[in-house]
Structures are given as structure tokens and as C-alpha cells.
């Protein structure tokens, strides 16, 4: 079933803890996706690090990777949630190269993101845990979008666990409520291109495409819309860049979505109740239509 929502202020003054918010949201649609939680934040980064998030399957892992990563570059700031790393680094090297030099460590350690404004944090059941590894609340920043997860199509892991990105494919994270059933196809297709899956979860899918048809010269919005076209199932996904953030319904619109906007915020929710517990107030929502596409600018 899963569960999406978050966040995003329009000015980076708003007084407010995005972090908080979100995690009444989350908290809010718990019982859709008690799986996991995970949830993509939004850095400005005046100071050009790199965030890297890393499954760590294996036991112990996390000190590995730790390791690595000041060997490759240096950490500022890095915290090990037993499962999953979350660091951020002052690098300049190849991005494609730390994800490689990552994922040699073990078979058990793979690289889950690297981007220079997106962070992506998750942990397995609700967001209380997510909260309790990676302090959640106390993030103030403009934007946190995140997903509460059942799993029908994957294992309950860190790896396989949401939000999901193209890896070195930078700045560019998605959470996905819904079904592709043609998900094997596609991926067959895509790694036929050269696209490396490290995944068993259908929404895998959904990155590596925006990804391949922007590389192709579509636009981000037409890249969404392109989407729509090419996934089957039912799904609703929240999607974040740099610069942007979108939602996309399917053709059937059957997986819900409600958004309500201010002149200080958007927020959105698969659930009206948490959305109006995440903001604290009774906010008018609206839900898009079947196939309809969303952007808007940070």
C-alpha cells in the first residue's frame, strides 16, 4: 500500500522545523507502510559537499564505508544507522568513482545516493526509528518529501527500502506508492543501455528512466510525462531535483494524494488527516487527476 508525503517551504526564512512537520506527516500514514521510512531532504550546500548514502547489509559495515570515504574525500559530518550510512563529504573526485569504489567494498555495501543538494535517509519501521538514527526532526531546511513503505515487491532491507535514486545519476530521488507491472521488462531494457539496478524493488525503475530521458534531451516535465506514458500499474510518485519537485499520478489516479498550498508552503500526503496533523491546521486539500503531472520550482 505505502504511504507519501513531506513538505516544502517557499522561502528558506519560514520559522519552522521542516524536519517536525515531515515527521508528523510520515507518522500520520504509519499504518499504510510500517515497513520502513525514509525521507529525501533538500541541502542548499553553500559549501559544495557531497551527501552519500550507504546500504550496509553486511554487520559492521558502516565502519568500512566510513573509513573509505575519508580516504576518498573528507567527512563533515556522517552518522551510522546501523543498515544504512549517512555521510557527508568534501570530495571532488568522480562521482561514478566513489559509488565504484563503495560498492567493491562488500557485496553487502552498496551505494543507495550521492548528490550535492539531495540527502536521502531511511531506516526500517516507522519514522520514530528514522527520527531516533538520523535526528529528523531538527532539520530546517526548505524541502523533506518521504514514504512510508509496504513491501510487496522486494525484501525488507536498507537496500531495497525508499526513497530510491539513479545513484551516480545526481540529484534526483523518487518515492513511489503503487505497482509497475511491466517493471521487468523495462528493466531488462534499461540495463541493456548500461543502467546498473541494485534493487529488487519495481520503483527502481522509475529514476533510471527520468534519467535516460533527459540524457535524451527531454525536459524534466516532459521526462515526467513520458512516465506516464511508459509505466504500467497504478502508481503516484513524489520526484526531487536541485531545483525542483513534481508529482505524477497514473492513468487511473488509484493511488490517492491530497496537496495543500499557502502562500508559506506546499505540503502533501497520501492522507488528508496527517497532512492537516503535519501542518497544524485545518488546510483545504485538493487531489490531482488520472495521469496528471505537477512541477514546481524551488
Not at 533538500?42 to 559537499?49: K, Q, R, T, V, Y
Not at 546500504?55 to 567527512?75: F, S, Y
Not at 492513468?251 to 500526503?269: C, H, N, Q, W
Amino acid at each position: 500500500m505505502c504511504g507519501v508525503g513531506g513538505i516544502f517551504f517557499k522561502t528558506a526564512e519560514h520559522g519552522q522545523r521542516t524536519g517536525e512537520i515531515a515527521y508528523r506527516i510520515l507518522d500520520g500514514i504509519f499504518r499504510r507502510g510500517p515497513d520502513s521510512t525514509g525521507v529525501t531532504l533538500w541541502h542548499a550546500n553553500e559549501a559544495g559537499l557531497l551527501y552519500v548514502g550507504v546500504n550496509c547489509e553486511t554487520p559492521g559495515g558502516g565502519a568500512r564505508v566510513l573509513e573509505l570515504l575519508d580516504q576518498l574525500g573528507t567527512v563533515t559530518r556522517a552518522t551510522d544507522g546501523d543498515g544504512y550510512v549517512s555521510a557527508a563529504i568534501a570530495f571532488d573526485g568522480l562521482e561514478a568513482d566513489l559509488v565504484n569504489a563503495v560498492d567493491a567494498l562488500d557485496p553487502g555495501i552498496t551505494v543507495g545516493s550521492v548528490a550535492r543538494h539531495l540527502e536521502v535517509l531511511k531506516h526500517m519501521g516507522g519514522v520514530a526509528n528514522l527520527d531516533a538514527e538520523f535526528d529528523l526532526k531538527s532539520y530546517s531546511g526548505r524541502l523533506a518529501m518521504g514514504l512510508t513503505r509496504y513491501a510487496t515487491e522486494s525484501r525488507i532491507d536498507f537496500t531495497n527500502a525508499q526513497p530510491l535514486t539513479a545513484r551516480a545519476n545526481s540529484d534526483l530521488s523518487i518515492v513511489h506508492n503503487g505497482h509497475i507491472t511491466n517493471y521487468h521488462h523495462l528493466r531488462s531494457s534499461y540495463a541493456r543501455k548500461g543502467y546498473r539496478f541494485t534493487t529488487q524493488n519495481d520503483s527502481e525503475v522509475i529514476p533510471i528512466m527520468l534519467i535516460d530521458e533527459m540524457s535524451n534531451g527531454a525536459s524534466f516535465k516532459d521526462a515526467l510525462k513520458i512516465s506516464v506514458e511508459k509505466l504500467d500499474g497504478c502508481f503516484t510518485y513524489i520526484v526531487v531535483t536541485d531545483s525542483s519537485f513534481a508529482i505524477v499520478k497514473d492513468a487511473y489516479a488509484a493511488k490517492p494524494l491530497v496537496i495543500g498550498e499557502t502562500d508559506d508552503f506546499i505540503a502533501m500526503s497520501s492522507d488528508p488527516q496527517s497532512l492537516r496533523e503535519g501542518v497544524l491546521s485545518d488546510i483545504d486539500v485538493w487531489e490531482p487527476g488520472a495521469g496528471e503531472v505537477h512541477v514546481w520550482q524551488m
